[in-house]
C-alpha cells in the first residue's frame, strides 16, 4: 500500500520537483473525485493553467473561485458541455487545440448510471464511461504529446475488476448489470494499450477509486442500479475514503514517477514526482514495471494476479485491435473522422 503519507510528501513536491505552468484538462470535474482532485491540483501545482468541464454553470462558478482561493496565481477555466454526446467532446477538444499547444495532464472522471440510448445512438452509461473518454484522449494525444514535461492521462473506474468483453454487444445496451462494470473496465485497459503504442512517451493511469462519495447515480433509470446506489449509501458514511485523501490520491496518481510512460523511451523528463527510495516503479496491465499503461487500486498497488490474468486472456484474443476497431467505427458512424486531427 502506498501510504497516505507517501502520498502527501509526494505531492508536497510538485510545485519544487514539476515546471511552473503546467496546463492540465479535468473532465467531469463539476462534483465528487473530480472535483477533489482538481482542487488538489490546483493546491499543489505552481501557476497552472486548469480547464475542467462539466454540465452546471453555477457549480463551475463555484469551483473556479474556490481554485482561486487556493491558488491566486493559476488559472481555472470552466467549459460548459455535455459530454455524453461526441460532437461535444469534439466542440470541447477544438477549444483546447485553439487555446494551448500542449497538455500535461488529462483527468477523465465522466460518468451516469443512466441507461438509454443517446441521440448518437450510444448507450449513454458507455459514452460516458468509455466512448468519450476514448475521444478526448484520441483528439488530445498530439497535445499531450508535445508537452515538454508531465505526459499523463488518468482514467477513474473500477480498475483491478476486469471481466470478459462481449464482443456482440460492445455498448453493453443488453448485458446483465452485473457484467457492465467488467466489460467496461477492459474495454478501458485494452484502448489505454492501444493508445500507449501510438504515444509511448505519454503515461496511462487506469484507477479504481473505492468506496467514495460522489455524484455518480444521482441520475438512473434502472430499477436495480438505483436500488443498489440506495443501499451504497446507506452504508457509504462507515466505509468512505475521504474525500480530501481521494482527491490526494488522485494527484499522486497524476504526478508520481511511480506511473512512468513506457520504459524505453525518451521520457526521463516525463516520469514525474521522483519516488523515494523505499517505493518502487508500479507493475503495467502486462504485469511488466514501468509498461506506460497501468490498472491501480484505490491504494496505489498494481492490479492483482486475478486481473493480470483476465488482461492477457484478452490480449491473447487480440481484444486490444478488436476494441480499438470497434471504437473507431462508432467514432466515424458518428463524427464523420477516427479524431480531430484526422477531421481537419
Not at 499547444?101 to 443517446?118: E, P, Q, R, W, Y
Not at 490498472?295 to 486481473?307: I, L, M, N, R, T
Amino acid at each position: 500500500m502506498v501510504t497516505l503519507s507517501h502520498v502527501q510528501s509526494s505531492n508536497a513536491q510538485i510545485a519544487t520537483t514539476l515546471p511552473p505552468g503546467l496546463v492540465a484538462v479535468f473532465v467531469g470535474a463539476t462534483n465528487g473525485i473530480g472535483e477533489y482532485s482538481l482542487k488538489e491540483f490546483a493546491r499543489h501545482a505552481k501557476k497552472p493553467r486548469v480547464y475542467f468541464v462539466g454540465r452546471s454553470q453555477e457549480a463551475g462558478d463555484r469551483i473556479a473561485g474556490e481554485c482561486r482561493e487556493l491558488n491566486s496565481e493559476g488559472e481555472f477555466i470552466f467549459i460548459k458541455a455535455d459530454v455524453s454526446l461526441l460532437k461535444n467532446v469534439d466542440d470541447v477538444c477544438r477549444q483546447l487545440q485553439r487555446k494551448e499547444k500542449t497538455i500535461n495532464l488529462l483527468f477523465l472522471t465522466c460518468g451516469s448510471a443512466l441507461a438509454h440510448v443517446g441521440p448518437e445512438g450510444l448507450h449513454i452509461f458507455m459514452a460516458l464511461a468509455y466512448y468519450a473518454r476514448a475521444r478526448f484522449i484520441v483528439n488530445l494525444l498530439p497535445l499531450l504529446r508535445q508537452a515538454p514535461s508531465l505526459r499523463r492521462v488518468v482514467t477513474v473506474m473500477a480498475a483491478g475488476h476486469e471481466g470478459p468483453i462481449h464482443t456482440n454487444d460492445f455498448q453493453s445496451r443488453n448485458i446483465p448489470w452485473s457484467r457492465v462494470r467488467g466489460h467496461n473496465v477492459s474495454m478501458i485497459d485494452m484502448m489505454h494499450e492501444h493508445m500507449v503504442d501510438r504515444a509511448p512517451e505519454v503515461s496511462f493511469v487506469h484507477d479504481y477509486p473505492g468506496p467514495v462519495k460522489s455524484g455518480f447515480g444521482r441520475e438512473t433509470n434502472g430499477v436495480l442500479v438505483r436500488i443498489a446506489i440506495t443501499a451504497f449509501k446507506m452504508v457509504g458514511p462507515l466505509i468512505y475514503i475521504p474525500s480530501r485523501e481521494s482527491g490526494e490520491r488522485h494527484l499522486f496518481f497524476a504526478t508520481s514517477a511511480r506511473y512512468p510512460p513506457r520504459a524505453g523511451a525518451e521520457t526521463k523528463e516525463a516520469a514525474g514526482v521522483p519516488i523515494p527510495a523505499d517505493m518502487s516503479v508500479a507493475g503495467g496491465t502486462d504485469g511488466q514495471k514501468a509498461s506506460g499503461v497501468y490498472a491501480v487500486h484505490w491504494d496505489g498497488e498494481s492490479a492483482g494476479a486475478k486481473s493480470l490474468k483476465m488482461l492477457a486472456r484478452l490480449r491473447n484474443k487480440d481484444m486490444v485491435k478488436q476494441v480499438w476497431e470497434h471504437t473507431i467505427s462508432e467514432f466515424q458512424r458518428v463524427t464523420g473522422s477516427e479524431s480531430l486531427d484526422q477531421d481537419e
